[in-house]
């Protein structure tokens, strides 16, 4: 697999990364630890060597999983995890990013990651109680003591952006972009490129509805967030289905899968962009894979843009006590 490098210091990761957050938390029941293990591996093995995880997806398990599976590969793979939020009894309670518990994030991650720096440090969402720059100045000491390689910030605003950046440089925004939320468009891409920054997609397959597996009657475990993201309500699941089913037919036109377009779409976009989708199956791994095969012309690209434009999505992307955390 290629390489693509992120910021302005020379990250270099994988063009696909791996999303870690569905094998611990977020998409229904967590995965068995040796299954969670086995998938991490075959992902390397497949040339991923760029896995994104955070002490929330657990809290604490996440984490400790991909300690496990990395650490037979250590100094081969680059992780990437997050700092910034409070837990009480195991559960978030609200943000903290206060440089004194930036650092205890920092010490626990390292133990629990088996790694004596890590690769890129991530603040998970920006806190209005805590001025940016004092974050990243944290984040710049951690790096001068040798615990932190470089500095992210995640589903930060323009101005966050950069008043960050004049502290210590941001090497990637990690953000939520795909076919079906194109928002950093407006405004965040330009201003990464301006400053050199590298953008790591999540969700790039647009939390799963994307692949073309999802229906208004498919029905999600309990612990799985998106029974509460209003995009994923039956009714917009249903209204969605014409964006997925002009997906699907310009795929099979491919020969590709809906997801595999989805990808090569996101990783056409600019070449210092690294989309991180996640995944329990082994299947669905190789079909993420190969997407990087797969070679969009001019001409394909200005369709998909076409198609996308005349088709309305229905549903925001969170529901409403998410959507503050947003954009800050």
């Known amino acids: ?4 490098t992120l910021g302005s210091l020379g990250l270099q990761v994988s063009e696909l990364g791996l999303g870690c957050m569905g094998l611990s938390f977020g998409y229904g029941p967590a995965v068995e630890r040796d299954a969670g293990v ?3 591996r075959a992902a390397f093995d497949r040339g991923i060597t760029f896995f994104d995880t955070a002490e929330a997806y657990g809290p604490y398990a996440n984490e400790e999983l991909l300690g496990e599976a990395l650490a037979p590969l250590r100094g081969q793979a680059v992780i990437a995890t997050k700092f910034g939020f409070k837990f009480v009894d195991g559960k978030q309670a609200g943000l903290d990013s206060s440089p004194a518990n930036i650092r205890r994030v920092a010490e626990a991650s390292l133990r629990r990651l088996r790694i004596e720096a890590i690769d890129l440090f991530y603040q998970h969402r920006v806190d209005p109680a805590v001025p940016i720059e004092d ?35 941001v090497t990637a925004l990690q953000s939520e972009y795909s076919l079906w ?4 468009e407006r405004e965040v891409l330009a201003t990464l490129e301006e400053l ?9 397959l647009g939390k799963g509805f994307l692949t073309g597996t999802i229906t208004e009657n498919t029905t999600f475990a309990a612990s799985d967030f998106r029974n509460v993201v209003p995009r994923f309500t039956a009714g917009n699941r249903k209204a969605n289905q014409a964006f997925v089913e002009w997906l ?3 795929a099979t036109r491919k020969q590709a899968t809906p997801a595999q377009i989805a990808l090569a779409w996101v990783l056409s976009r600019r070449p210092w962009i690294a989309p991180i989708p996640g995944t329990t199956k082994l299947a669905r791994l190789d079909e993420n894979v190969a997407a990087t095969s797969i070679s969009l012309s001019a001409d394909d690209l200005r369709e998909i843009d076409e198609a996308a434009a005349r088709i309305q999505v229905h549903g925001d992307r969170y529901p409403e006590h998410l959507a503050r955390l947003v954009g800050r």
């Open 135 to 169: 974050v990243a100045g944290t984040v710049k000491d951690l790096i001068a003591e040798g615990k932190v390689k470089h500095f992210g910030l995640s589903e930060a605003g323009v101005q966050t952006i950069r008043r960050a950046h004049a502290v210590q440089p």
């Open 181 to 184: 939320w194109r928002e950093p």
């Open 38 to 40: 086995a998938l991490v």
């Open 196 to 204: 050199a920054i590298g953008f790591v997609p999540f969700s790039p």
């Open 1 to 4: 697999m290629k390489t693509r």
């Open 248 to 250: 699907a037919a310009f």
